[in-house]
């Protein structure tokens, strides 16, 4: 015959047990939630310039062309498709960048900048988040971040 404090805190150990297992739940899908939301928040941008690519390969220079938002019916201001096709044809000069793809990427400010190239050579693309056209990067890297660091170091150790 069982005693009469034999389940005595039962309850509260599975009640325990289920709150344990629930916090954990949450955690481990709000981990899975961050990490791929900062694993494909750029797809979009990185598929821009890799659609760009494939048309570059594919020597369909018209829908290359469209992917920095002009066509030849409406050209770029600055950018004319003859330009275009000068920089990006296949005695172009930046025809060697073609066959590499992407080799590095970075978010920065309003827009998202893709390396194409070795390390000792590369071409720096710029696609706007905001319509996802594409153009060439003011920066070789987000002087954000090095602003960033540089007001970090002042504030930390002063102005010297």
């Known amino acids: 015959m069982p005693g009469y404090l034999e389940g005595y805190g039962a309850g509260e150990a599975a009640r325990e047990r289920k709150l344990f297992l629930w916090i954990g739940s949450t955690?481990?899908?709000?981990?899975?939630?961050?990490?791929?939301?900062?694993?494909f928040r750029d797809y979009k941008?990185?598929?821009?310039?890799?659609?760009?690519?494939?048309?570059?390969?594919?020597?369909?220079?018209?829908t290359a062309y469209s992917f920095w938002g002009c066509t030849e019916a409406a050209p770029c201001r600055d950018y004319s498709f003859a330009k275009f096709t000068e920089d990006w044809g296949p005695q172009g000069a930046n025809a060697k960048y073609i066959s590499s793809g992407?080799?590095?990427?970075?978010?920065?400010?309003?827009?998202?900048?893709?390396?194409?190239?070795?390390?000792?050579?590369?071409?720096?693309?710029?696609v706007e988040r905001q319509n996802g056209v594409l153009g060439y990067s003011p920066w070789n890297g987000c002087p954000e971040r090095k602003l960033r660091i540089m007001r970090w170091l002042k504030m930390k150790f002063g102005q010297s």
């Open 27 to 39: 955690v481990a899908v709000a981990l899975l939630v961050t990490i791929l939301y900062f694993s």
């Open 45 to 62: 941008h990185e598929q821009t310039i890799k659609g760009f690519l494939n048309a570059l390969r594919a020597q369909d220079y018209k």
């Open 102 to 126: 992407l080799s590095d990427t970075e978010r920065c400010g309003t827009g998202y900048i893709g390396a194409l190239g070795s390390e000792k050579d590369q071409l720096f693309l710029w």
